[in-house]
């Protein structure tokens, strides 16, 4: 529970990442495109490894701690080729039973480990506790019990192993060093030496701590300056030095490096999936001529290298997204860490830090490289024009790969195959969206009679819908009427009226009630995976609302829908004749040079192992995982105390059976989403009229219908 509410936090709070620039010292000096870049490498694990628990390295060789699915001790290993040969450093049998939380290694093998007892044996007494680690050591591959108490965090630096208990760091001898707390906990995020100090990095804040006194030093220079690059990486950073005493940070999107108390270089980390909102950066080290890097989907860790050049290996595949997409990387760093001998490298075609760049942009660019024979191998198709790459013959048939992936796998074979005979892509996830409220509204069929329904009830004291969630509910009438709409050549100028019609008036609800106008921004980056996701369905649950419209991707939304079933008077269904989102969406462009390694990486996106990773971005197809993924725990509370129950086996049941009989894919083209949202943006500023909006989108969707 705890760890999927931090992961929700952090992909959220990573939304609002501000870019490094204008640190004293490093201001813009250069253009933007002048900036050194540096790329990202993954590690391949040995195969019996499924998450690094820990990593060391020395002059010439990387060490990892490895452990299994269940967080179990697999070995220690070693690698001086960066993963394509491993040698495990355990002679005997592993003699390890405790699940691992934490861990640090050195270099000689030998290893601390924490384990949360609240996990292992969750008892009333310890779920009080919220941090009831027992700490262990692991020498020759035995476990040990270590006499300390109290310790809820491990850190280390070269081979200097730190304990961290509420926010006081102990030397491993047992010596206390010095205290820090932050704002929010006692939790360090980074630890490292140089220059005679100890510099610590914790919760967007830099200390520096005397080595031989432990006393605090203030109102130095570089402090500030590692403060000001720590604030803006919005607590998702890390530090390492070298043996030079350079002090390198990393953020997810820049390295930068110090040397005597000026910055040396700053660069920008492209092609990476480190720079996801939802990744975690959990370590650095500094190794050779870059950084080694460990990093968290929350489920397993993986070792990233990051340096000045990629590495080229016997296959390399490139994969594009237009926009970040946490399972794909998640899919990226899986496929990269079982496979030596190929390399991957992202490509994004909007990053979070491109305000500026439109989808219409990034996809011009896309087909340039494409039909010059440079573009990516495999591409996550959502918000791309499908039709017209399939009518130039810009993608590989993947009807047999299809074929092959329901034989294998159990599949919702119904949104897999999208009503296709041939299939050019693989969908991977769907989402749904729903309408909830009385029987008369969940009537409602076309966006004039949501209008009509909201305008009836918003004559009433009680709000007709929960208006903090207004951009999900705009979002999913636009993909069930207006983009259906499109796709099927039946775009009707009077749906496109309404719509605005109801943005408007949802809209100036918002400003009533006190929000700010860059609140109400209709943005292409928040609302493309960031969905309330039944907040107000509680409100309905509670009487607080009348209505609402919401795409449903996560268990808590399913489970609160169920809920709605048992309260008299409240219906909840899928909107549009049963319309859904075929989403994650990927395909093989047709001169990619690694066919065979490609069709891989698709059949492991749909492996129940990788679509049971997956709990934000839409509902998986793999009914395993689907099974799974429907019985998480929820982080939803009905009222302030009482949480709300993942749903009954039954009932996932009967949730897949209506899953299976979803039947109308809708398919969202960015660029024709972004003239909506543009629009949608310019009545909310008052710039445009509705009649205005509605003319605009209606010539700028034909224009761009009659271009593509």
Same mark, same amino acid.
């Given at each position: 529970?705890?760890?999927?509410?931090?992961?929700?936090?952090?992909?959220?709070?990573?939304?609002?990442?501000?870019?490094?620039?204008?640190?004293?010292?490093?201001?813009?000096?250069? /253009?933007?495109?002048?900036?050194? /870049?540096?790329?990202?490498?993954?590690?391949?694990?040995?195969?019996?490894?499924?998450?690094?628990?820990?990593?060391?390295?020395?002059?010439?060789?990387?060490?990892?701690?490895?452990?299994?699915?269940?967080?179990?001790?697999?070995?220690?290993?070693?690698?001086? =080729?960066?993963? +394509?040969?491993?040698?495990?450093?355990?002679?005997?049998?592993?003699?390890?039973?405790?699940?691992?939380?934490?861990?640090?290694?050195?270099?000689?093998?030998?290893?601390?480990?924490?384990?949360?007892?609240?996990? &292992?044996?969750?008892?009333?007494?310890? $779920?009080?506790?919220?941090?009831?680690?027992?700490?262990?050591?692991?020498?020759?591959?035995?476990?040990?019990?270590?006499?300390?108490?109290?310790?809820?965090?491990?850190?280390?630096?070269?081979?200097?192993?730190?304990?961290?208990?509420?926010?006081?760091?102990?030397?491993?001898?047992?010596?206390?060093?010095?205290?820090?707390?932050?704002?929010?906990?006692?939790?360090?995020?980074?630890?490292?030496?140089?220059?005679?100090?100890?510099?610590?990095?914790?919760?967007?804040?830099?200390?520096?701590?005397?080595?031989?006194?432990?006393?605090?030093?203030?109102?130095?220079?570089?402090? /500030?300056?590692?403060?000001?690059?720590?604030?803006?990486?919005?607590? @998702?950073?890390?530090?390492?030095?070298?043996?030079?005493?350079?002090?390198?940070?990393?953020?997810?999107?820049?390295?930068?490096?110090?040397?005597?108390?000026?910055?040396?270089?700053?660069?920008?980390?492209?092609?990476?999936?480190?720079?996801?909102?939802?990744?975690?950066?959990?370590?650095?080290?500094?190794?050779?001529?870059?950084?080694?890097?460990?990093?968290?989907?929350?489920?397993?860790?993986?070792?990233?290298?990051?340096?000045? +050049?990629?590495?080229?290996?016997?296959?390399?595949?490139?994969?594009?997204?237009?926009?970040?997409?946490?399972?794909?990387?998640?899919?990226?760093?899986?496929?990269?860490?079982?496979?030596?001998?190929?390399?991957?490298?992202?490509?994004?075609?909007?990053?979070?830090?491109?305000?500026?760049?439109?989808?219409? =942009?990034?996809?011009?660019?896309?087909?340039?490289?494409?039909?010059?024979?440079?573009?990516?191998?495999?591409?996550?198709? =959502?918000?791309?024009?499908? =039709?017209?790459?399939?009518?130039? #013959? *810009?993608?590989?048939?993947?009807?047999?790969?299809?074929?092959?992936?329901?034989?294998?796998?159990?599949?919702?074979?119904?949104?897999?195959?999208?009503?296709?005979?041939?299939?050019?892509?693989?969908?991977?996830?769907?989402?749904?969206?729903?309408?909830?409220?009385?029987?008369?509204?969940?009537?409602?069929?076309?966006?004039?009679? %949501?209008?009509?329904?909201?305008?009836?009830?918003?004559?009433?004291? /009680?709000?007709?819908?929960?208006?903090?969630?207004?951009?999900?509910?705009?979002?999913?009438?636009?993909?069930?009427?207006?983009?259906?709409?499109?796709?099927?050549?039946?775009?009707?100028?009077?749906?496109?009226?309404?719509?605005?019609?109801?943005?408007?008036?949802?809209?100036?609800?918002? +400003?009533?009630?006190? $929000?700010?106008?860059?609140?109400?921004?209709?943005?292409?980056?928040?609302?493309?995976?960031?969905? %309330? &996701?039944?907040?107000? !369905?509680? #409100?309905?649950?509670?009487?607080?609302?009348?209505?609402?419209?919401?795409?449903?991707?996560?268990?808590?939304?399913?489970?609160?829908?169920?809920?709605?079933?048992?309260? $008299?008077?409240?219906?909840?269904?899928?909107?549009?004749? @049963?319309?859904?989102?075929?989403?994650?969406?990927?395909?093989?462009?047709?001169?990619?040079?690694?066919?065979?390694?490609?069709?891989?990486?698709?059949?492991?996106?749909?492996?129940?192992?990788?679509?049971?990773?997956? *709990?934000?971005?839409?509902?998986?197809?793999?009914?395993?995982?689907?099974?799974?993924?429907?019985?998480?725990?929820?982080?939803?509370?009905?009222?302030?105390?009482?949480?709300?129950?993942?749903?009954?086996?039954?009932?996932?049941?009967?949730?897949?059976?209506?899953?299976?009989?979803?039947?109308?894919?809708?398919?969202?083209?960015?660029?024709? +989403?972004?003239?909506?949202?543009?629009?949608?943006?310019?009545?909310?500023?008052?710039?445009?009229?509705?009649?205005?909006?509605?003319?605009? !989108?209606?010539?700028?969707?034909?224009?761009?219908?009659?271009?593509?």
């Amino acid at each position: 529970m705890l760890k999927r509410n931090r992961k929700i936090c952090i992909g959220l709070s990573l939304i609002m990442m501000l870019c490094t620039t204008g640190i004293t010292g490093c201001g813009k000096s250069k /253009k933007e495109d002048d900036i050194a /870049k540096i790329y990202e490498n993954q590690v391949a694990l040995p195969n019996e490894v499924s998450s690094v628990a820990a990593f060391t390295t020395d002059k010439n060789s990387i060490y990892i701690f490895g452990t299994d699915t269940d967080k179990k001790y697999v070995g220690i290993y070693k690698t001086s =080729d960066f993963g +394509k040969k491993w040698e495990k450093l355990d002679k005997n049998s592993p003699e390890v039973n405790s699940r691992i939380d934490q861990a640090v290694l050195k270099t000689n093998g030998d290893s601390y480990i924490l384990t949360d007892n609240v996990s &292992q044996n969750n008892t009333e007494e310890n $779920s009080k506790e919220p941090d009831n680690y027992a700490l262990n050591k692991i020498v020759d591959g035995k476990e040990q019990s270590v006499n300390n108490e109290g310790i809820d965090q491990l850190k280390i630096v070269g081979d200097d192993v730190f304990f961290v208990k509420k926010g006081t760091v102990y030397s491993e001898n047992g010596e206390k060093m010095f205290s820090t707390h932050g704002q929010f906990s006692g939790r360090i995020d980074s630890l490292t030496k140089a220059n005679g100090l100890y510099y610590l990095e914790q919760e967007g804040s830099v200390k520096a701590f005397e080595q031989k006194t432990y006393k605090e030093v203030k109102n130095d220079r570089l402090i /500030k300056k590692l403060n000001k690059v720590s604030e803006d990486g919005t607590m @998702n950073v890390t530090m390492s030095s070298d043996d030079k005493d350079r002090i390198k940070m990393l953020t997810q999107n820049n390295v930068y490096t110090f040397t005597n108390g000026k910055l040396e270089s700053k660069k920008k980390l492209v092609n990476a999936t480190i720079n996801s909102r939802a990744t975690i950066i959990k370590d650095s080290k500094s190794f050779e001529n870059g950084l080694l890097v460990q990093t968290s989907n929350q489920i397993n860790d993986k070792l990233v290298y990051v340096s000045d +050049k990629k590495m080229k290996k016997k296959n390399n595949l490139r994969v594009y997204s237009l926009y970040q997409n946490e399972y794909l990387n998640t899919i990226v760093s899986e496929y990269a860490s079982k496979n030596p001998d190929t390399s991957i490298e992202m490509e994004i075609g909007i990053d979070d830090e491109d305000d500026n760049k439109t989808p219409s =942009d990034a996809i011009k660019k896309l087909n340039t490289e494409m039909l010059a024979g440079d573009g990516p191998d495999i591409i996550m198709l =959502d918000g791309l024009s499908v =039709d017209k790459l399939i009518k130039q #013959k *810009m993608l590989v048939d993947l009807t047999t790969l299809r074929s092959k992936i329901k034989s294998q796998n159990n599949l919702l074979n119904n949104i897999v195959d999208e009503n296709t005979n041939k299939a050019y892509e693989i969908p991977t996830h769907f989402s749904i969206s729903t309408k909830v409220g009385t029987k008369e509204f969940c009537k409602a069929d076309s966006v004039k009679e %949501y209008y009509d329904k909201f305008s009836e009830m918003g004559k009433k004291s /009680k709000p007709a819908f929960y208006t903090e969630n207004y951009c999900d509910i705009l979002d999913c009438i636009y993909k069930n009427y207006i983009a259906s709409g499109i796709e099927k050549n039946n775009l009707k100028e009077s749906d496109v009226n309404y719509y605005f019609k109801l943005a408007n008036k949802l809209m100036n609800i918002k +400003k009533k009630t006190g $929000s700010e106008d860059n609140e109400l921004t209709f943005d292409m980056h928040g609302t493309k995976d960031v969905h %309330y &996701q039944g907040e107000s !369905v509680s #409100k309905i649950y509670s009487g607080d609302v009348q209505a609402t419209i919401e795409e449903e991707i996560t268990s808590g939304g399913i489970s609160q829908l169920q809920l709605i079933k048992e309260k $008299s008077g409240i219906e909840s269904m899928i909107i549009n004749n @049963n319309y859904y989102e075929p989403i994650e969406r990927m395909a093989i462009c047709k001169k990619c040079k690694c066919v065979d390694e490609a069709k891989d990486f698709i059949e492991e996106a749909v492996s129940k192992e990788n679509q049971a990773t997956d *709990m934000l971005d839409g509902f998986p197809v793999n009914v395993e995982a689907l099974n799974k993924y429907l019985s998480y725990e929820t982080s939803v509370f009905i009222g302030k105390n009482q949480q709300l129950q993942p749903i009954t086996s039954e009932q996932q049941v009967q949730w897949i059976e209506t899953f299976k009989n979803l039947k109308n894919p809708v398919i969202v083209d960015s660029s024709i +989403k972004y003239i909506v949202y543009e629009q949608v943006n310019q009545l909310n500023k008052g710039k445009v009229t509705i009649d205005d909006a509605t003319k605009n !989108v209606i010539q700028k969707v034909k224009l761009y219908q009659k271009e593509n």
